[in-house]
């Protein structure tokens, strides 16, 4: 089906089943806010919408970075690990209770970069050595975790840069600095993933990559590429992180992969590549964010979030194969 | 060592193959040449590491690794991957240690029973649902650590009276722990059960090729399903073992082993697209992923290196034993 679609047929025709199957996730955002805000009147407060909002910040940028990814059919699993990583380096270049150091937004940008060579490093392992990406991913993010235990030295750096601070704490039109960076790079994924070669061949690739290939496409720069991209959004996300914190730790990242994998994959994004987008990923951040909130308002211990998240991959990803079952005989 | 390449399609003989490509025949000794090169670069570093004391630690370490890496690799063989074995390994610890006071020797066949049928659903949902196995299993990893921390209230599980399963401590003949006896009998288990019935080559034919295993009238579903399984209790048994080291039962206790396994996995050259390897490459595997672990500070290397060789092996392990031949998009 994907196939046809991205060699043959014209953008007006896919239009009309894609548009009924887009709608979906909004309307469950829709519905479940409504559900949450009739059972508890702590929910529906403008503060905790505050919250709510502010709290997907992280989620959303990260899930920016994993939804390149999904697109391409691909998987990315060393979110932790390069959020680690960066957090670490930041904290270590910003003003810190550890070194002299005070670079201020060079030290942001980086840890940036530094998210782009293991996001590279993954893209590497993957179009050279062809190792399949959730390995190669799985082993970055071991990487990752290392190098930044590494820096983390069992002393934690605590950061005092006023700039790096205030993105958590101030507010503009009443949403954290954060909230606004998000928000940016929810609009710079869009862009990229609408007007540029980079985003336009994601989605090619997770839809047909053989037919690209043979059309004359130098494909690997472009996976490559990709990881790459995905790699500086896991570094900001993991600056974010340690504006939040005020301190670099390890664990910065910590379920954020598993996390931003099931905001892609229930805002619509298939894992089989070819279909969703940054927009769809960014009502998948909100329907996980209200879902995890409004589960905690209603009384359930926030230890079943990590449950909820995992039950709701399986029932998002299942109900996504359905329509293709005869076709995908084979399942890995 | 036996099985270097156990099931290859019959045909071998009639194409003209050159045989294994030297790449195929250096990493079929793989993991034996690393566990020598391994034991030999230790005891050049530290004269001490031969010696009866450190050699049944490392086994003692050894051993919850073994079991789990043994279970996986079945999953590995059908063309899987389980990532929740960790966190399942970990919810049974809790498991064991709440049940434990009430069911005393009871307890550790039947931890081991749930733990075989929380794997056998998770089989299920990837057979029936169509979900790939490692989106299955990486939701099933955050489900069950969710369960493990609501049932453990988020805290440590302290068994006060061990006695149930105070014998995997012993020492067989006085030198060999006990449970590195039973890890190396489970692995043999598992190969001679495989071997004896027509379970080894349908789990290879699953491997190689599922739409022929099928045509050829395979069960695959059930395959797959029993592959999960035994890996559900495998986990369950490393819990068991855990346990009985740590006198009490944890949220995350075993979370940091998933590495680990899969690199033991991996390293032991049973290939990550399926069909070729065994869980005697694995019992390899496990060995010098426990040498690398107890031989880093040994050499005088900071432990924090041990995170960065997993994910090195992992990647190179899994380059090196791919079968290219029969992927031709890798994802």
Sequence with gaps: MTAEEVVTAPRRQSRRGASFRDAGPPVALIVIFGIFAALSPQFRSIDNVQNIVDAAAVLAVVTCGITFVLMMGSIDLSAAGVMGASALTVSL????????????????????????????????????LKVPSFMATLGVSAIGLGVATLMFAGVQPNISDAMLESWAIERFLGFAYLTWIAAACILVGWLIQRYTRLGRYAYAIGGAEEVLTLSGVRVKPYKIAVFTLAGAFYGLGGVMVTSQLGAGLVQAGDGYDFSAITAAVVGGTLLTGGRGGILHSAVGVLLVMVLTNGLVQVGVSPYWQGGVEGLIVVAAVAAAVIPQRRRNQVVK | MSTPVAVRPATEPATVKSGPRPVERLTGFMPLIALVALVAALTIADPDFLTQRSLTAAARTAAPLIVLAAGATLVVLCGGIDLSIAALASLSTVLLALWLPDLGGLATPVVIVVAAAIGAVQGTAHVLLRIPSFIVTL???????????????????????????????????????????VAVIVVAL???????????????????????????????????????????????????????????????MADNLLLPAVAAIVVGGTAITGGHGSVWRSLAGALVVTLLRVGLPIVGVPSAYEQILYGAIIVVAVALTLDRSRVSIIK
Excluded: H
């Design chain 1, 93 to 128: 270049l910003v003003a810190n209770n550890r070194n002299d150091n005070d670079f201020g937004l060079l030290g942001i940008l980086v840890a940036v970069l530094l998210g782009c060579a293991f996001g590279c490093l993954s893209g590497l392992a993957l179009v050279l």
């Design chain 2, 139 to 181: 939701g099933g990893l955050s489900i069950l650590s969710a369960v493990a921390l609501v049932v453990s209230g988020a805290g440590t599980v302290r068994v006060v009276d061990d006695s149930p399963v105070k014998w995997l401590d012993l020492y067989v003949a006085g030198y060999v722990p006990m449970s590195f006896a």
């Design chain 2, 190 to 252: 598992i190969a001679v059960v495989l071997k004896v019935t027509p379970l080894q080559s349908w789990i290879s034919a699953t491997g190689y090729s599922e739409s022929a295993a099928r045509l050829a009238g395979t069960p695959v579903d059930l395959v797959k399903i029993g592959a999960f399984c035994v890996s559900g209790a495998c986990a369950g048994l490393a819990a068991v073992m855990l346990v009985s080291r740590q006198f009490s039962g944890g949220p995350t």
